[in-house]
């Protein structure tokens, strides 16, 4: 019977891969912990932010990850308050109004097969340091499914945000 129930699990919700997008030599695998003490974790849709931002406070309040993260609610506040959109922005500058030492980006898209059944969802992650003005790390997590129903993708972003999460370089 449990048998049954995995298999059913796992084909209903798929599974999770996570990959390096290409950063050269060994950028993707360096460490930033104590180097980014804070981070901030920037809106692209309200989805990914909010979910990006509750699945690290929970590795940070379990000890899995070793860095300070600012409230999405307060980063939507003071981005907000000095005027700041999404597109355009200058990571220096940033990081100053922010008080950040690093942002994260994370936005996810949805590719259905040609039948319907099957659903990928990408969930993609950057870090750019402040001071540097550099892309420091990149990856992305697929998560597949055999069925394309509304009411999956969020739980899909969350699986592949918690992948992405756990190979934090912090």
Same mark, same amino acid.
């Given at each position: 019977?449990?048998? !049954? ?8 919700? =798929?599974?999770?891969?996570?990959? @390096? %997008? ?15 003490? &804070? ?22 309040? &379990?000890?899995? *990850?070793?860095?300070?993260? *600012? ?5 939507? $506040? /003071?981005?907000?308050?000095?005027? /700041? ?10 990081? *100053? ?18 039948? =319907? $059944?099957? !659903? ?12 540097? %003005?550099?892309? !420091?790390?990149?990856? &992305?997590?697929?998560?597949?499914? &055999? ?6 993708? @969020? ?9 992405? !999460?756990?190979?934090? @370089?912090?």
């Amino acid at each position: 019977m449990k048998y !049954v129930i995995y298999l059913f699990l796992f084909s209903t919700f =798929g599974c999770v891969r996570t990959a @390096p %997008l290409g950063l050269e030599g060994n950028a993707q695998k360096e460490s930033f912990r104590g180097i980014h003490r &804070k981070i901030a974790i920037l809106p692209y849709e309200s989805l990914e932010q909010k979910q990006f931002f509750l699945t690290l406070a929970e590795q940070v309040n &379990k000890g899995r *990850q070793e860095v300070s993260v *600012q409230s999405y609610i307060e980063t939507n $506040r /003071i981005l907000k308050d000095k005027g /700041i959109e999404k597109e355009g922005f200058d990571s220096s500058e940033l990081g *100053q109004v922010l008080g950040v030492d690093a942002i994260i980006i994370c936005k996810s898209s949805l590719e259905e097969s040609v039948g =319907g $059944r099957d !659903v990928v969802t990408t969930v993609f992650c950057s870090i750019y340091d402040t001071k540097t %003005l550099k892309l !420091v790390w990149d990856e &992305k997590t697929e998560v597949s499914s &055999k069925y394309n129903l509304g009411e999956i993708r @969020p739980s899909m972003v969350r699986r592949g945000i918690l992948a992405l !999460v756990k190979e934090l @370089p912090y």
